[in-house]
């Protein structure tokens, strides 16, 4: 017996010295879990109450996750809680951490679609669809995948694929107004009605989706009355350039093109979404002009061409053509009118901008734009500028441009308070329209009225932050309160 017990003896200090050598490891590895849980609570709080992301709290997370998973190495899951938070830190860092999850088959149907978000987040679409597809395999049921992945193929021009994506989708009932909205627009080639069907669900579900499909719904019923394949194509690219999806643009224009080589629109539509999506567009531009020298639509999307390159007299040459071919067209006037002022000659543009009012004189826009071009241009202020500008109002009392365009021209023309009382009424029309409050901030500076200028300023700065009046305003505060 006592030879037993000296073996237990011994097997018991072995243990204890083991114990002694791990436990410590498995004890802080299990508080290490609780750190990176702390730091990911204290990272949502934050995102939480001030909107922005702590890189030390996801930092941290993903570090302490990942001591945990070295100390305890029967949890390969800790792999998966590391990367989530390194995806905010370090992305080649999260790639490695979800891949060796991934490898040693811990990775949750979550992971793989974070995973695959990781790839898309920074424009690898391929690979990202390729871990989207990899989780799907592993995951069937886990029908998120295929949300993700029409994301990708949005991205690549694959709208077959991404319709069937959405489609999967949105069969679950859980897809967003996006979501429905995103398939109406696939559809509208190929079946309109059911394009109509998940236009209005979008916009019933989200109503700010309400006049992007009030403008495709327009582009529905128009392309129905067309007898044309190409010309149908034409319309509802049409529309999708309208609400600013110049992809799917394209898309159905080249397709428009496919069906009626000869189409000269089509080609030069084609041409305007090719620039608008990062390309020329000069060729099909070219191609359009080859097949139809006499229509002003090629000559006009060949103007905008050109005034993109800052080539102002090539712009001036096509508008004069579309003014020549059309000439009781006062929009061609218009065209014309600010052409001529681009390339320098002020004399001809104002000459076009009043033919333009001549030729529609009831129409306020034309009234508004000339008071607009003597305003910008400090060209005959008192005696044709503040006129047209009185005209405008005259003709649209409540229409806000109108209002702006005359407070605009009193303040050009040195009638502060006159500038100042207009502009507000603008302001109060139209309170989330940037150039207003841009004008009246730039009547505050000339009045001397500093605090008022500055929160002028900065509200047109806001409301138009990447635009030509949000930048104008952000250079004037750099000058004025430095």
């Known amino acids: 017996m006592s030879r037993w017990a000296g073996r237990l003896r011994i097997a018991l200090i072995l243990l204890v010295l083991v114990l002694a050598t791990y436990l410590p490891v498995i004890i802080t590895g299990y508080i290490d879990i609780r750190r990176g849980d702390d730091a990911l609570r204290h990272a949502d709080y ?44 370090n992305e080649d860092e999260a790639l490695s951490l979800f891949e060796k999850a991934g490898q040693r088959g811990v990775l949750s149907a979550e992971g793989w679609d974070a995973y695959g978000f990781q790839y898309w987040s920074t424009s690898r679409d391929q690979q990202a669809l390729e871990i989207w597809k990899t989780g799907l395999e592993r995951y069937p049921s886990h029908y998120q995948f295929y949300s993700s992945m029409h994301l990708a193929y949005r991205r690549l021009g694959d709208y077959s694929a991404e319709q069937l994506s959405l489609e999967k989708w949105l069969d679950t009932g859980e897809g967003t107004a996006f979501d429905h909205y995103e398939l109406g627009e696939l559809l509208m080639a190929s079946d309109p009605n059911r394009a109509r069907a998940q236009l209005r669900q979008a916009a019933s579900m989200d109503t700010e989706l309400a006049d992007a499909v009030q403008t495709l719904d327009a582009s529905l019923a128009l392309a129905a009355l067309e007898k044309s394949p190409s010309g149908r194509l034409v319309i509802l690219g049409r529309g999708l350039g309208l609400v600013n999806d110049w992809g799917l643009g394209q898309y159905n224009f080249q397709q428009a093109v496919n069906a009626d080589p000869h189409n000269a629109e089509a080609w030069a539509w084609l041409g305007e979404a090719l620039q608008h999506n990062g390309k020329d567009g000069k060729a099909a531009l070219d191609k359009a002009l080859e097949l139809d020298p006499n229509s002003t639509l090629v000559h006009a999307l060949r103007g905008l061409y050109w005034k993109r390159q800052g080539k102002y007299e090539a712009e001036l040459a096509e508008y004069q053509k579309t003014a020549q071919i059309e000439p009781e067209n006062p929009e061609w006037q218009v065209a014309l009118g600010e052409a001529y002022a681009l390339s320098g000659d002020l004399v001809s543009g104002l000459a076009a901008y009043q033919k333009a009012t001549s030729l529609a004189p009831a129409n306020p826009v034309y009234w508004r734009m000339l008071a607009s071009f003597c305003a910008d241009n ?29 407070g605009w021209a009193f303040a050009q023309a040195g009638l502060l308070y006159n500038a100042e009382e207009t502009l507000n009424k603008a302001t109060s029309l139209a309170p989330d329209s940037a150039l207003p409050h841009l004008h009246l901030a730039e009547t505050y500076l000339r009045k001397g009225d500093q605090s008022g200028a500055l929160g002028e300023l900065k509200l047109a700065q806001q409301l138009d932050p990447g635009g030509a009046t949000g930048t104008l305003a952000a250079q004037l505060i750099r000058q004025y309160f430095p």
């Open 378 to 406: 400090g060209v005959q202020l008192t005696e044709i500028g503040l006129p047209a500008a009185r005209k405008a109002v005259q003709l649209a009392p409540d229409d806000p441009q109108a209002v702006d365009a005359l």
């Open 46 to 89: 934050v995102a939480r109450t001030i909107h922005q992301l702590s890189a030390d709290d996801f930092a941290g997370a993903a570090a302490y996750y990942r001591s945990a998973a070295r100390k305890l190495p029967w949890k390969p899951e800790l792999l998966e809680q590391a990367a989530g938070p390194m995806s905010h830190v």
